[in-house]
Every structure is written in C-alpha cells, then in structure tokens.
C-alpha cells in the first residue's frame, strides 16, 4: 500500500515521525509521499526523505499561500526538484472555499506549477475545492496530462473530465464519512487505471477515527472503504492503487515483469491461458492495457498444463476457478479438459468465460467434452443482432452470430449453469439481448464498457 498524498513535514507530527514511519511499515504501507506546500515546508518535506527510504515528497506552494509565491520559490522548487526522491510538484491547483489568497493569484500560480511540471517532467498534484470548472478549464488548457486530484471531491463530471485528460483520481479518508454519499457514487465509477488512495495527514482521519490526528497508518482503512464500495477485496485495492501510484511517480517496481498465469480478484482464482482470440471486440481491455485489477495479464509464450495446475494449487480454498485471461481459452480446448479435470478432482468449481466461437474454432459440437467438468459457463452475446455483433466483434468466421447463439442454446444441456452476457457498448440493445437469453435458456449478464474483473 502507498499513501499518496500526507504531510508528514508538518508540525503535529513534530518529533513522532519515526514512530509514525514505523507504524504505517506495521500497517503495510511501505511508501509514503509527503507533500511539501507552503514555503516553510518544501525544503523539510525533502529532508525527510534522506531520513526514510520509504518516504518520497512532492513540493509546491497551496493555492492557499499562492499570494507568497515569487521568483525565488519558483526557483527554489525547481532545484530541489532535481533531487531522485522528488517525485511530482505540488500541491497547487484552485481553492476557492476559503480564498486565502486572490483567486487570480491563484490561476496564476497554478499555471506556473503546471509549467514547473512539464520543465521537470514530473506529475502534478491538484488540489481543488470549490473550484471544479475552472480546475478542469486549465488542466485542458494548459495540456496537463500528468497528475492526480488529490483528496478527490469533485462529481462524477469531473472525474471524467480529468481522467480524459490522463490525470488520476485519488481518494482520502473522506470517503468513510457519514454525509459522502456523492464521493461514493463517484468513487464506483472510476476505472481501476486511474485509482489513488490516500490519507492527507495530518487531516481527514478515516472513520473510526474521525477528529482524531490522522497518519499514513491509516490509509488501509480508507482502501478497505473503497474495497467494500467496489465490491472487491482489500488486497485487489492494495495491487490496484500500488501499481498506479509506481506508474504515476516513477517508483520502483512500475510494473509486474510478467504475465501471470493466476491472478485472484475477490476469492476467485483467474487462469490466464492465452493471449489468443479469434474476435478483435471494440471494448476489449486487452488493447487497452497489460493490466486488470492490477494484475499483468500479457504473457511471453502460453504455460503448459503442467505450470498452470502448478500455479493453481489446492482449488477447493477458492469460490471458483475461472477461465479467464486476456485471450478465448477454448481455443486451448485440450488444456481446459486437462486443467478442469484437476481441479474437478480436488473440490475446486469450475468456470468458463468464452466468446461462444468454441464449436467454430474446433469444427465440431466440443459442448459434451465440457460436460461434467464445468459448473459454469458464461458467453459473450455481444449484440442482439448479426449486423451489430459484427461491427463490435470482428469475427473470423461466416455466420458467427448465430454460431454464439446455438451455443448458449447447447450449453444448457451439458453445463449446469449458462450466463450470455453483454456489454453496454454504443448500438448495443440490452433488452433485446436479455430477451434473447431468455428465449435460449440462459440467464443473463450486463457487462459495463471498461469495467474488468
């Protein structure tokens, strides 16, 4: 876990710091970036991180001290910038709550930040109250596409906004509040690519610690918030913020050197067999990223039988084991009898994600092959008719959409249980697809348009 965004420079933590390092360590926060934010701070926010290797800074001037910036402190923040542990300027941005300084100062100042950014090549931290269009109206203007919104509170608008610009979100103890009823909604609808966590300590203590003085420590607590809200475990928040937190600041390691052939989300374990597939769809992740919850699913050459049941081990500890990767795993159709039977013979519960091209690919009925070795199985509709699944899908094959369709019609009498899913893509008619399931004999799904795992 890394807590993005603390103040660890600042006097309610005056002679704790070691005892407040070492708690986070205890906690499982092994990285920290202590943001320097006033002309008093910048240079102990540096100094800090020669005394803890887990420490990083950030430097800037608060749009609340705006009024104080001048050439000098430009300059000051510059050369301290070129110190390796100084991994991002800020924080600056707009505050328009409290305006302890002019806002015209403010814009200006912020837009010196940005510039400051791009000379360095560092990411820029934002702060923003109260200040959302004019926020946004200058990270577009001024090309920002390297950053985050810290202490994230803003509506779902801007979150869009500011991702379409590249930049992260980053949520803060806040979100456990009892009135945060809007961040929530927010904090669901954010891609995993552009995911922080953090505490802004000494403030914002999580709940239950709420009024208390708030510490690094404590931004597990937040995590396992906007797990809960997301419907996924602690540990897939922990890998998920991690790895962006690496990507955004250039910490070390950026990313996971190989593909998994495992992967778990929640309890269940994902087999990540192939990287092959005969359909290009439109809303596929994989041309998007290497990564889902985290996890690096590009693989260098596909594992043997014999290297997945390895990875696998004892699935009977998981609610389900799942074919599931960045490629159609019935396109390994011998592999998947093999590794299904293990797991079948050792308690575990087996689930196939497919494109339904199955029969297709093999050029011939491989549903009663599955039999007795799936418990479930769940098909890719895509769309409610030809014309559109083959704008969305790219098939291979002549008559691929009505291939799915007599597979998810066929599945139900050799697989227990048979989901047909879709995504809710441009064209795509839900209803008409549910309608369609339902006619088959299958339950259905809604998938949602970038939302993996």
Same mark, same amino acid.
């Given at each position: 876990m890394i807590d993005t965004h603390c103040h660890l420079e600042m006097s309610p933590f005056d002679g704790e710091a070691d005892a407040v390092v070492q708690r986070a360590h205890d906690a499982g926060v092994h990285k920290m970036i202590t943001i320097g934010s006033s002309p008093q701070s910048i240079e102990e926010a540096v100094a800090l991180t020669g005394r803890y290797p887990s420490v990083y800074a950030a430097i800037g001037i608060h749009p609340h001290d705006a009024r104080l910036f001048t050439p000098e402190i430009y300059?000051?923040?510059?050369?301290? /910038?070129?110190?390796?542990? =100084?991994?991002?300027?800020?924080?600056?941005? *707009?505050?328009?709550?409290?305006?302890?300084? @002019?806002? &015209?100062?403010?814009?200006?100042?912020?837009?010196?930040?940005?510039?400051?950014?791009?000379?360095?090549?560092?990411?820029?931290?934002?702060?923003?109250?109260?200040?959302?269009?004019?926020?946004?109206?200058?990270?577009?203007?001024?090309?920002?596409?390297?950053?985050?919104?810290?202490?994230?509170?803003?509506?779902?608008?801007?979150?869009?906004?500011?991702?379409?610009?590249?930049?992260?979100? /980053?949520?803060?103890?806040? =979100?456990?509040?009892?009135?945060?009823?809007? *961040?929530?909604?927010?904090?669901?609808?954010? @891609?995993? &690519?552009?995911?922080?966590?953090?505490?802004?300590?000494?403030?914002?203590?999580?709940?239950?610690?709420?009024?208390?003085?708030?510490?690094?420590?404590?931004?597990?607590?937040?995590?396992?918030?906007?797990?809960?809200?997301?419907?996924?475990?602690?540990?897939?928040?922990?890998?998920?913020?991690?790895?962006n937190a690496n990507r955004l600041f250039g910490l070390e390691p950026a990313r996971p050197a190989n593909g998994q052939i495992t992967y778990k989300i929640r309890n269940s374990l994902y087999l990540n067999i192939t990287n092959r597939c005969t359909n290009v769809c439109t809303f596929c992740v994989r041309y998007q990223t290497d990564f889902v919850k985290g996890h690096n699913l590009r693989l260098s050459r596909e594992p043997s039988d014999a290297e997945i049941i390895e990875s696998i081990g004892n699935p009977a500890v998981f609610d389900e084991v799942v074919f599931c990767g960045y490629g159609e795993p019935l396109m390994r159709l011998d592999t998947v009898i093999n590794v299904s039977r293990y797991i079948k013979t050792h308690g575990g519960r087996v689930r196939i994600n497919t494109n339904g091209l199955g029969c297709l690919i093999h050029k011939r009925d491989i549903l009663p092959e599955l039999s007795g070795l799936v418990d479930v199985i769940s098909i890719s509709l895509n769309a409610q008719d030809a014309s559109t699944y083959q704008r969305l899908s790219h098939p291979p094959f002549e008559g691929a959409y009505e291939a799915v369709l007599k597979f998810i019609a066929g599945a139900k009498d050799c697989i227990p249980e048979v989901t047909a899913t879709v995504v809710d893509a441009p064209g795509v008619d839900v209803e008409k697809c549910r309608q369609i399931a339902a006619a088959l004999g299958a339950t259905f799904r809604l998938r949602h348009l970038d939302v993996v795992g």
């Open positions: 300059r000051q923040i510059r050369d301290l /910038s070129s110190n390796e542990k =100084v991994v991002a300027i800020g924080e600056t941005g *707009l505050d328009y709550h409290y305006k302890h300084s @002019p806002v &015209d100062i403010q814009r200006e100042v912020f837009i010196r930040h940005i510039a400051l950014a791009k000379e360095t090549n560092l990411p820029v931290v934002i702060h923003s109250r109260e200040a959302s269009d004019d926020v946004v109206s200058i990270i577009k203007g001024e090309g920002v596409s390297s950053g985050v919104l810290h202490c994230f509170s803003g509506d779902e608008k801007m979150a869009e906004a500011v991702m379409a610009s590249g930049l992260y979100i /980053s949520i803060s103890g806040t =979100v456990t509040f009892k009135n945060s009823a809007a *961040l929530r909604a927010v904090v669901r609808t954010i @891609p995993d &690519d552009y995911l922080l966590v953090e505490t802004d300590a000494p403030y914002l203590a999580p709940t239950p610690n709420r009024g208390k003085r708030n510490e690094p420590a404590y931004v597990t607590l937040t995590a396992r918030a906007v797990a809960e809200i997301r419907g996924v475990s602690y540990e897939d928040i922990d890998r998920i913020t991690t790895l």
